[in-house]
């Protein structure tokens, strides 16, 4: 017997030093990682973080990594690599790399917060504007610049002192409970609606936050920022993209500011600021309500507007509206026309994509392909011409632009205003000072529409009004123009680069701002957006967008698009519009 449990034992030795050995060897173990950014294949010890094997690749990047892409899917730098992939690093000037400061630099300024006695669960982060991010604090007392000049004192002390970002993963009831103590609701609220197993999270120094996305994996990859006293709150400054040794210039937009304002005192009313509290409202069986208010609301603002056109419809003859892509401009038109025959205006259209110049004389952009959304790709002085010919009761004969052709060519249909008529022209460069140029002020009434998302995925994460308006064209293109998703995705940051130039520098130009986005559209656009999303191939460079925003959307509890009227501005993209376009 005794040999026996000898024997064991030896073999139960072998055993162990065997499997020790194994373990030994699995974690000498390398893959393969294959970096776009020089071409070269790495042998990496498997379980390596991203910025181990940026280190090991001896690239340098001076804004970066922020993040990376693999295979084609974007993650952070904190990720480890078990399997063969194909890494492509990014930096501050990508959008993805983008976020990933911005993302880290909120989180440094909630931290900093907290270190300085603040309670973080009082701070927002939600309006993109003036080139930074507006920050406020509940307190019961006015933030003064003091307390800028502490926070903004305490956010570089944390960056300089070089903390690493750690990020954990853990059963979502054990988040929930951790930002229930910590007061974090609108954290809680999200965390209990999206019905996931796992949440990730992130703690600076013992201090601890969510954030949608991924994150720097040190403070002091925070290169520039800043801080400055914004009204009644905080403007967090960033780097520009073109520029990223600068800081974005402060623009004033006023009337920005104003419509997220408004819009945040009216989702205060009826308690949905976050996602979190739009998916209990769908759970409670509430969405009805919410779109019948929230349809109402863009009306009485559309009448508004119409309002104030009759009012000075005696000197005002021209209304222009302008909007980026997606942003439902169409749509605004023709609800205005509508009201406008209610105040006892006729409006008549002209539309600028008859004005464009002969192919021939059309811009060219720097990679030498037609330049279409340029400015000077529209014949200035011929559209000048026939509005001034227009507004002084003149018969004009309107062009007609063959795209086939590249030509303008006569319409044959002539048109002279009426004393109760007042002309509307929509298009990017409505809002352009130069684009009517030749025409008095007085007789202009110029109106910008967007789709300004005031919902919040919750206190310290906002969502980005590009993201809607790309899920909105994503539907639209695909319903109405036979585009995939994959293609969509492809002309975006082209779309988005003629916006910056063409259509955002001219905003504040409006005599009124028109916010087109829904309270609930996110929660709609699901449903359709994200069928499509899964058809983008994962070998594509743009799967890791479509990646994003089907992550992006999951937190949304779907709502149908039965209840949306028929004159809805997002029946535009969802199809089901009793308007003809």
């Known amino acids: ?139 019961p007392r006015p933030i003064t610049l003091e307390d800028v000049g502490n926070i903004r004192q305490r956010m570089q002390q944390i960056i300089d002192a070089a903390i690493p970002i750690h990020r954990h993963e853990a059963d979502t009831e054990e988040v929930i409970s951790m930002f229930q103590q910590m007061g974090e609701l609108s954290k809680v609220k999200l965390f209990r609606s999206t019905g996931r197993m796992n949440t990730i999270y992130y703690d600076i120094d013992g201090y601890t936050d969510y954030y949608y996305g991924s994150l720097l994996t040190n403070t002091s990859q925070i290169y520039l920022f800043g801080l400055e006293k914004y009204r009644d709150g905080m403007l967090l400054r960033i780097p520009s993209t073109q520029h990223p040794t600068e800081l974005d210039e402060m623009t004033h937009q006023d009337k920005m500011f104003a419509i997220f304002r408004e819009h945040h005192q009216w989702q205060d009313i009826i308690g949905i600021r976050t996602v979190g509290d739009l998916n209990e409202a769908v759970k409670r069986g509430d969405t009805s309500l919410l779109i019948q208010v929230s349809e109402a609301l863009q009306e009485k603002k559309i009448a508004e507007i119409a309002e104030e056109i009759a009012r000075r419809s005696s000197s005002l003859r021209l209304v222009l509206i302008a909007g980026p892509s997606s942003s439902g401009k169409t749509t605004t038109c023709k609800r205005l026309s509508v009201q406008l025959l209610v105040n006892g205006i006729r409006p008549v259209g002209i539309s600028l994509d008859d004005y464009f110049v002969d192919r021939q004389y059309t811009p060219r952009d720097e990679k030498g392909d037609f330049d279409y959304e340029h400015l000077h790709a529209l014949n200035l002085p011929l559209l000048n011409e026939h509005i001034n010919a227009l507004l002084n009761g003149e018969e004009v004969e309107l062009p007609k632009y063959d795209f086939h052709t590249g030509k303008s060519k006569s319409s044959g249909k002539k048109l002279r205003l009426k004393k109760d008529e007042v002309l509307v022209m929509e298009g990017i460069h409505a809002l352009n000072p130069e684009l009517t140029a030749h025409i008095p002020q007085q007789q202009k009434y110029r109106i910008y529409a967007s789709a300004l998302t005031t919902i919040l995925l919750d206190n310290h994460n906002y969502i980005p009004t590009t993201d809607n308006r790309l899920l909105r064209r994503i539907v639209r293109d695909h319903k109405y123009r036979g585009v995939c998703a994959q293609e969509t995705i492809r002309r975006w940051a082209s779309v988005r680069k003629g916006e910056n130039r063409w259509i955002f520098p001219y905003q504040e130009n409006a005599d009124a701002m028109f916010n087109t986005a829904m309270l609930f559209e996110l929660a709609v656009l699901r449903e359709q957006a994200l069928p499509l999303l899964e058809e983008v191939p994962e070998q594509c460079h743009e799967y890791a967008e479509a990646y994003r925003l089907r992550k992006f959307l999951r937190y949304f509890a779907p709502i149908p698009n039965r209840e949306i009227p028929p004159t809805s501005l997002l029946r535009e993209f969802l199809g089901g519009s009793s308007f003809k376009y």
């Open 1 to 139: 017997m005794q040999e026996k449990c000898q024997n064991y034992l030896h073999y139960s030795a072998f055993i162990c030093t065997f499997d020790c050995e194994k373990i030994h060897y699995v974690m000498e173990k390398t893959v393969k990682v294959k970096c776009l950014n020089n071409g070269e294949e790495l042998d990496v010890p498997i379980g390596s973080q991203l910025e181990d094997v940026f280190a090991q690749s001896g690239l340098q990047m001076k804004y970066g990594p922020t993040s990376a892409r693999v295979n084609n899917k974007v993650e952070g730098m904190h990720y480890r690599v078990y399997r063969p992939k194909t890494v492509e690093f990014l930096d501050i000037t990508s959008a993805s790399g983008n976020r990933a400061y911005i993302r880290t630099l909120f989180f440094i300024f909630c931290k900093a917060v907290s270190d300085l006695g603040f309670d973080p669960a009082n701070v927002s982060i939600d309006i993109p504007v003036s080139n930074g991010y507006y920050v406020n604090m509940q307190l």
